[in-house]
T-cell receptor
Framework: GAVVSQHPSWVICKSGTSVKIECRSL??????MFWYRQFPKQSLMLMATSNEGSKATYEQGVEKDKFLINHASLTLSTLTVTSAHPEDSSFYIC????????????????FGEGSWLTVV | QKEVEQDPGPLSVPEGAIVSLNCTYSNSAFQYFMWYRQYSRKGPELLMY????GNKEDGRFTAQVDKSSKYISLFIRDSQPSDSATYLC???????????FGTGTSLTVIP
């Protein structure tokens, strides 16, 4: 299946600093990528939808100035958590939409491995 | 009403059992249906993909879609301890449309 790579897998940062998480589609072009946050034993919470070359669309309640999303190419989207605080500690996951389809999957999304962020 | 409803479980079965996981939905425009498996502390992995109604089989996994009842299922035959994970259903109306996820069902297969 399609591969989406997310980096770093885990990161620890000091309160007040910024951290960047990368999401790459390795074998397909993704015009649309999604960013999620997941708390322990809870479902995925969509944060924003990122379209290549345009501004991201944020879900209600998600601070766009805090969670900066850049989708500068068809294979790369980045999430930057600015001025991170301990309450931002979470599991962040990206996914990429595959329009072309592999094995008949014409419109589906593939997830990255996730990034654990701990703010101390 | 949520777009997608999924029983969170937890579901616990003995090894070798047949597992049935289900989701219901309210939007009749949904055409693309997916099942993902998520191991603890990992990103979800695409297991099965179905377009429109019908059945699809892949090894021990069978996905069923009943659009008339707005109901989808994932069956796991001869369940293994390695199947222990959270299973998420997801669906979409098509290209350019949002994906909607169930809350996930936690499955434990006991050796």
């Amino acid at each position: 299946g399609a591969v989406v790579s997310q980096h770093p897998s885990w990161v620890i940062c000091k309160s007040g600093t910024s951290v960047k998480i990368e999401c790459r589609s390795l074998d397909f072009q993704a015009t649309t990528m999604f960013w999620y946050r997941q708390f322990p034993k809870q479902s995925l919470m969509l944060m924003a939808t990122s379209n290549e070359g345009s501004k991201a669309t944020y879900e209600q309640g998600v601070e766009k100035d805090k969670f900066l999303i850049n989708h500068a190419s068809l294979t790369l989207s980045t999430l930057t958590v600015t001025s991170a605080h301990p309450e931002d500690s979470s599991f962040y996951i990206c996914s990429a939409r595959d329009h072309v389809g592999r094995q008949g999957a014409g419109n589906t999304i593939y997830f990255g491995e996730g990034s654990w962020l701990t703010v101390v | 009403q949520k777009e997608v409803e999924q029983d969170p479980g937890p579901l616990s079965v003995p090894e070798g059992a047949i597992v049935s996981l289900n989701c219901t939905y309210s939007n009749s425009a949904f055409q693309y249906f997916m099942w993902y498996r998520q191991y603890s502390r990992k990103g979800p992995e695409l297991l099965m993909y179905t377009y429109s109604s019908g059945n699809k089989e892949d090894g021990r996994f069978t996905a069923q879609v009943d659009k008339s009842s707005k109901y989808i299922s994932l069956f796991i035959r001869d369940s293994q301890p390695s199947d222990s994970a959270t299973y998420l259903c997801a669906m979409s109306a098509g290209t350019g449309n949002q994906f909607y996820f169930g809350t996930g069902t936690s499955l434990t297969v006991i050796p």
